[in-house]
């Protein structure tokens, strides 16, 4: 039975086929046009199943068939399009009353160029002259899904279509670029790694809008038809692995959920093994497969996303919401390609609107974290200062303590330099010193100053009878008398050498310092030593020289004339005092 011619009535500007069309799988692609006109005429075609023009990916051709009879008194022209980017090979068979049979082709396995009009869509001019039947015959073939979706346009009804989406698309291809450049600024200056792959995963988006709606074929590769089919599988794959690198650097999963890191890293191997294969894989294996992995992709993506935001990473909540944003897009459409929701602006272009929101917010996300990461530094940064300046301050008072105590130690060391280490008074060495000091003094302020030589008297016998021991203790006993004398006085005791003895005292005449010599003498001859179990005398002999206003005396004079009067008072007897000549 031959099916019905379909009138073009007066009024109609764009027709959608699908219902009134006829179509056979031609499972073996064996047929011809002849074959396929008179197989239709014997009405071996079938209405589309439910009117759709979906049939997956299959093998072989399908073949299309409705005779058309135009009643549209001012349009004999007529545009049949395709609204589907991807199949590779059309055939359009018109055949006239008389015979007559025209053939053009179309699909991304033809040169872009021989297009009736350069559009994304394939075309055909169809000359339908006004009452007669004209039998339109269309031949598919194709490694991609099997969409045939015809639509009858008057010119001016497709230029108008064509205006449209073009000022749509181009307000959705420039917000990515506009994204894809300011974030390819962000990167250059701030080189977070996050701001690449945000690059790698819109570009690579964009890429798959761009070729699935047929610009890719149109714009980038017009005569390579062999890469309008590897395209598709190919920028799904790389956007998939961008979307994934992204996902991964910007939850951090490295450092935060080193398990999901891994997971998102055998998913990144995946679709870099499925990229690499889609170059060789047939088109009808790569193609279903990439669309499936988007999905698992996806899943996994979100689902990273919540985990990460139940660990408390603050950042998760803009990635996840931007992706869900996304997700709702893609599920507007495809709920709006099983009829599930009205067609309008927002479900068809679900994708376009949820891809774009998604990119804007992620772009927003990518800002957010480097706030966030620049204030984390910004703490850490002031932390370490603070904690610098605690330890700089705890160390200078370390410092200082063990300044002073090193201070402290000099001047143990420098006393214990300057002691004799017997007796514990000073030694010749500092008396020297402090000696011309103070005669130096002397000589400013104008006071007499008092020299005291003193000698133990038969020192040696006391060693012999008793032993060295005991005549070191007797040293140490008459240096503790004489220093109880003369200090408190304001004088300086050493040990001269051997059992001798000698003080300074500044400020002393030769009346005072015959007082204190006396006091010395006899505080040393009153009291026994007791030492090793013995009691033993002593007595000591004093030579006393005073310096006096207008005496200008070098310090060995002064000891010299002092160890004058000290022989004296050895001469004289012993345990005595005598003062030198000069005063007396
Ligand atoms: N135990 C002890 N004896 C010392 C030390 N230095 C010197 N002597 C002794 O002091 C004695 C000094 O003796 P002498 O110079 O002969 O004089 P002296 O026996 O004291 O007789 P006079 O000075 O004439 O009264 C020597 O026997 C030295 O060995 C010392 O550090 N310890």
Redesign the pocket.
């Known amino acids: 039975r031959t099916p019905a011619p379909f009138t073009l009535e007066p009024g109609q500007s764009a027709i959608a086929l699908s219902p009134y069309i006829t179509y056979r799988h031609d499972t073996l692609a064996a047929d011809g046009a002849t074959e396929a006109f008179a197989r239709a005429r014997a009405g071996q075609f079938a209405a589309l199943p439910g009117g759709n023009p979906t049939f997956g990916f299959q093998d072989g051709a399908y073949w299309f068939y409705l005779p058309v009879v135009n009643r549209h008194p001012e349009e004999s022209r007529w545009l049949l399009v395709q609204e589907y980017a991807l199949s590779d090979q059309l055939d359009v068979y018109l055949r006239y009353p008389d015979g007559r049979v025209e053939h053009q082709a179309s699909g991304d396995h033809q040169p872009f160029a021989n297009r009736f009009i350069r559009y994304r869509h394939p075309n055909f001019r169809l000359d339908l002259p006004v009452g007669q039947q004209v039998e339109v015959l269309v031949r598919v073939q194709s490694e991609s899904s099997m969409q045939v979706p015809l639509v009858l346009y008057t010119p001016r009804a497709l230029a108008e279509l064509m205006r449209d989406t073009q000022f749509s698309t181009g307000l959705y291809y420039g917000i990515v670029l506009a994204l894809l450049f300011y974030n390819l600024v962000l990167w250059i200056m701030l080189r977070d790694p996050g701001y690449f792959w945000y690059l790698l995963h819109t570009g690579a988006f964009g890429l798959v809008l761009f070729t699935l709606n047929g610009y890719g074929f149109e714009y980038f590769w017009p005569d390579w038809p062999w890469l309008a089919d590897a395209s598709v599988p190919l920028s799904i794959c790389l956007a998939l692995i961008g979307m994934q690198q992204f996902s991964r650097s910007f939850l951090e999963l490295k450092e935060r959920w080193p398990a999901g890191n891994v997971a998102s890293l055998a998913l990144i191997g995946f679709f870099v093994l499925l990229g690499g294969a889609s170059v060789w894989l047939p088109y009808s294996t790569s193609t279903p497969l990439a669309s499936k992995a988007v999905l698992v992709g996806l899943i996994w993506i979100v689902a990273a996303a919540v985990v990460m935001l139940r660990r408390g990473y603050r950042p998760a909540r803009l990635f996840l919401l931007a992706w869900s944003l996304f997700l709702l897009g893609t599920a507007m459409f495809t709920l709006l390609a099983f009829g599930l929701v009205p067609r309008n602006f927002w479900t068809q272009n679900g994708v376009q609107i949820g891809s774009a929101l998604e990119m804007l917010l992620l772009s927003l996300a990518l800002g957010a974290r480097y706030a966030g990461l620049r204030n984390e530094n910004i703490r850490i940064v002031q932390q370490a200062n603070e904690q610098l300046e605690r330890s700089v301050i705890d160390r200078t008072k370390q410092l200082r303590t063990a300044m002073a105590q090193l201070g402290e130690a000099n001047v143990q060391l420098r006393d214990y330099s300057q002691r004799d280490p017997?007796t514990g008074v000073y030694n010749r060495r500092h008396f020297r010193e402090a000696f011309e000091q103070a005669l130096d003094a002397r000589k400013d302020n104008g006071k007499p100053l008092a020299l005291l030589l003193l000698?133990?008297?038969?020192?040696?016998?006391?060693?012999?009878s008793y032993?060295?021991?005991?005549?070191?203790d007797?040293?140490h006993f008459a240096a503790r008398c004489m220093e109880d004398v003369v200090v408190p006085r304001g004088g300086l005791v050493a040990r001269f050498?051997?059992?001798e003895f000698v003080a300074v005292l500044p400020g002393a005449d030769a009346q005072d310092a015959l007082q204190v010599a006396e006091a010395v003498r006899l505080r040393i001859q009153q009291a026994p030593v007791a030492t090793g179990g013995h009691s033993i005398r002593l007595s000591a002999?004093i030579g006393v020289h005073t310096v006096i206003e207008g005496h200008h005396a070098t310090p060995e004079d002064v000891i010299r004339i002092a160890d004058e009067a000290l022989y004296r008072a050895?001469d004289d007897g012993?345990n005595c005092v005598r003062h030198s000549v000069v005063v007396a």
């Open positions: 017997l000698d133990l008297d038969h020192f040696k016998r006391i060693n012999d032993g060295h021991l005991a005549g070191d007797c040293l050498g051997g059992e002999s050895k012993r």
